[in-house]
């Protein structure tokens, strides 16, 4: 046992979590360098400007195809407070849906009409309830309502879940036929007000190291983007992507910035992957990045204060008053 684990250490130095589909790994590993001589930055700041995550999905692993892209330490505070918020808003809607109660007294629980949200489809974030209470033409919806019904009823026996949609969606009209649907309804959770919410994205950036010459003399250079989404519809509410290309790394005339122009799809295709993960799971990859960051820290920074503290030092004795 000690020697196997031995070698995944070894295999996987540097690596802080790995997450595993069938198909798809999402792994991160611990990039970070502390400041040196080298680094444009004082040595209190701790980390060299070149520290990073580096982030990872394998997404063809027959293949060995994947996608990398970095995020940067000082990105993982922010990051770590917008998804404590939209825990938050998954937390106090469980909490709604368990315990409202609607206008007549009943136990909110007889009607999932108001609970249950559509996963996919045009009605995607929507309940069966909310939608019919909100829409002008209630025949069109009723009629539309029976559609989503029909269509969950046809495959129910692959997917067992659609009956939890389908009771939901005949509650709705039952309501509606009853001139209850007003009465029935329970406040919508903020969850269902919300579609997407992107936690992350950063804009195009460039591995500058990886480079390849084209026979024509182009030089490409290999490009990322990452995006985190919380898509509270979802199962699975987070979604990972990340995409990398080769381009031409040239000069804005007008502003002196570099701007990164794409290549013909035959000189470089991008590739992308996504990966979903549950709320335990994002929470763990921030986390960890979080407490590694902490921990990185505290080891560097005895050392780190210690060359500042001398500097110091030597800027007091050097200085002359004018």
Known sequence: M?????????????????????????????????????????????????AVYRMSILGDIQKGLSAIANIRPEDIRLLSMRLKFTEKIRFDSEVLRKNSVPANGNAAFGSDAFTVVFAMGRLKGKTPGGYLSESTDKDAAVKELQSQYDFLAQNIAKYSGNQKMMNAIKNAIEYYDLGALDENAIAPSTEEDISEVVLYASPEKTFRKDTKTLLDGRKLTKCYQIQILFIPSNEYPYQVMIRNRYGLIDKDPKNGLERIRSVEKEVSEPIQYKMSLTSGEMVSVIGVMEENLDYYKSCVYKRMRTIDKNYQEANRKAWKPQ
């Open 2 to 50: 000690e020697n196997k684990e031995n070698e995944k250490a070894r295999k996987y130095a540097g690596q802080l979590i790995s997450i595993k589909r069938k198909t798809t790994i999402l792994s991160v590993n611990d990039r970070l360098s502390h400041v040196d001589e080298s680094a444009e930055a004082t040595y209190l700041e701790l980390l060299h400007p070149a």
